[in-house]
């Protein structure tokens, strides 16, 4: 190469990695998702006035288990000196990507466990002799287990992030597995009340965990990236589901598998460390409250206007959700190897505007991303509700992926509140969305056994997510590449993180 890119080899990048300069054509790391990092030019003078230059890297990423995906691409990314598109907006540090990939493989956990249920009643159902109604009560009833969420982010609020995320997994991995004893659908529904308790608190720990450590540009990013491993979790439950082809009782396997994964939330809970804002804003003794009378009023503006929100979504992706198998295998005569097949064609490419909800809420913004979402996803899985054949799986398909980019909206619950308030006020929007949930299939299900038809019991309840995206539009505000502490002014900053060693 001439002078100039030689010049240019010889800057420290600030890109996917931002670098030092260690002097003698030696680069070490300055910010990146790495544990250790350098980069060394090797440069001979030609005769013709150019050089020949061999750039060597040598690194170790900073994402347990992850980094078997990403080798590949961190090699390629490596070679030029610009942000890849699958990088996160904001430069993750190796605190970050360290961070994001555990609470990731937790993640994984908590989409399988809240999806057994889901994928398995209609298969309960028919050994117990029950019907519609008595799926939608079930299903309704497993959203009691609200109040042990709630029990868990309070107390997440007062004794931290980590200790609950842990012990809340471990717990809901052994609830789970005693419903494959199940003697009637009523022990399948108490234990997974429970389960899903303990598992919806899960998630708004995960949430808030993710929020409270990544940097301002890329929280819708990195909640894009947990629910992509929600995603993957849910269809490892679908892929397990075909052994309830093998005999009635088989749905009960599903419910054994996650006991697999004990000897690993173990080793996660060595590496996790506890939240850096929750540190630097741990409640005081006394549990007195820091707010201000101003910043508790905001506070409680925003929890009603997002549990409102989380209520009109729910009422409708619940049932929409939830009775998709009964659909499938009652209304369309698929087995449970056609429902497996079905749900990962049309749900797997879901990631695509996973993925894409997060890099466009944090670079374009939050609002115009999640209303799309939710007003396209809405009106094409109705459209799927009512068609039958190649048309039923194209408005499915098209109706998941567009729906997908709501994941836009998940991050307003972490932004928007204190952090000795931000566990428990998103508790509060996750019980009002289950009460969204409950009260969409308990009405969808009556609906259905009325009419016999899920497309006008799911036309009626899509009211709510086009109501919402009314209210999104409307009275959200915009948070991209705003610190939490701007947006919750009464928060102590985390502390300056100490240079890489």
């Keep these: 190469m001439d002078d100039t890119g030689l010049v240019n080899l010889r800057t420290p ?39 020949r230059v061999t750039e060597r890297f040598s690194y170790r990423m900073a994402m347990p288990v992850w980094w078997v995906i990403f080798w590949w691409p961190m090699r390629h990314g ?9 990088a996160p907006p904001d ?30 009643i209609t298969f309960a159902a028919d050994e117990f002799d029950r019907g519609d109604t008595a799926q939608g009560m079930t299903l309704a009833l ?11 982010v309070a107390l997440a609020d007062r004794k931290g992030r980590r200790s609950l995320l842990i012990g809340a997994a471990a717990i809901a991995v052994v609830a789970t597995a005693l419903g494959a004893a199940s003697p009637g659908l009523w022990f399948l529904g108490g234990t997974q009340m429970v389960a899903r308790g303990l598992t919806m608190g899960l998630g708004i720990l995960i949430g808030v965990f993710a929020a409270e450590e990544l940097p301002r540009g890329s929280r819708a990013y990195g909640v894009s990236i947990l629910a992509l491993a929600a995603a993957l979790g849910a269809g490892m439950a679908v892929w397990v589901l075909p052994v309830a082809d093998l005999h009635e009782r088989g749905w009960r396997i599903v419910y054994l598998v996650p006991l697999l994964v004990l000897p690993g939330l173990v080793a996660v809970a060595r590496r996790l460390p506890e939240s850096q804002r929750f540190a630097a804003n741990r409640p005081a003794p006394d549990h007195t409250d820091h707010l201000r009378p101003a910043s508790r009023t905001v506070e409680h503006r925003r929890l009603l206007l997002l ?21 499938l295998k009652d209304h369309r005569g698929y087995s449970a190897s056609g429902i497996a097949l079905f749900t990962l064609l049309t749900s797997t490419p879901a990631g695509i505007g996973i993925f894409a909800a997060g890099r466009l809420a944090d670079t374009r913004g939050r609002r115009g991303v999640g209303a799309v979402g939710l007003v396209g996803g809405t009106i094409f899985v ?41 566990a428990r006020a998103n508790g509060i929007i996750v019980t009002l969305g289950v009460l969204g949930s409950a009260t969409g299939l308990i009405l969808v299900g009556a609906l259905v056994d009325r009419l016999d038809n899920y497309g006008h019991a799911l036309a ?19 948070t991209a590449r705003v610190e939490l502490e701007t947006l919750n002014p009464d928060d102590a900053p985390i502390p300056d993180a100490p240079p890489p060693g």
């Design 91 to 120: 430069r993750l540090d190796a605190r970050a990507a360290r961070v994001l990939s555990l609470l990731a493989l937790i993640q994984i956990v908590d989409g399988y466990l809240g999806t057994v249920i889901t994928q398995t």
């Design 460 to 478: 009626i309840v899509g009211i709510g997510p086009l109501l919402a995206a009314v209210l999104v539009m409307a009275q959200f505000p915009e």
């Design 307 to 327: 549990a409102v929100t989380a209520f009109l979504l729910l009422l409708f992706a619940a049932p929409a959700s939830q009775f998709q198998n009964d659909f």
């Design 382 to 422: 109705v459209a799927g509700y009512y068609a039958a054949g190649g048309l039923m799986w194209a408005g499915h398909l098209v109706g998941v992926v567009i729906g997908s980019l709501t994941v836009a909206l998940g991050v307003y619950g972490p932004e928007l509140f204190s952090t000795t308030h931000r």
């Design 78 to 86: 490596l070679k030029g000196r610009s942000n890849p598109w699958w």
């Design 142 to 152: 497993v959203r009691l287990g609200i109040i042990v969420a709630l029990v868990v």
């Design 13 to 51: 990048r600030d890109d996917l990695v931002g670098e030092t300069d260690l002097g003698a054509d030696r680069f070490g790391l300055g910010d990146g998702p790495f544990e250790r990092y350098e980069r060394t030019l090797e440069v001979q003078a030609g005769d013709d006035g150019t050089h």
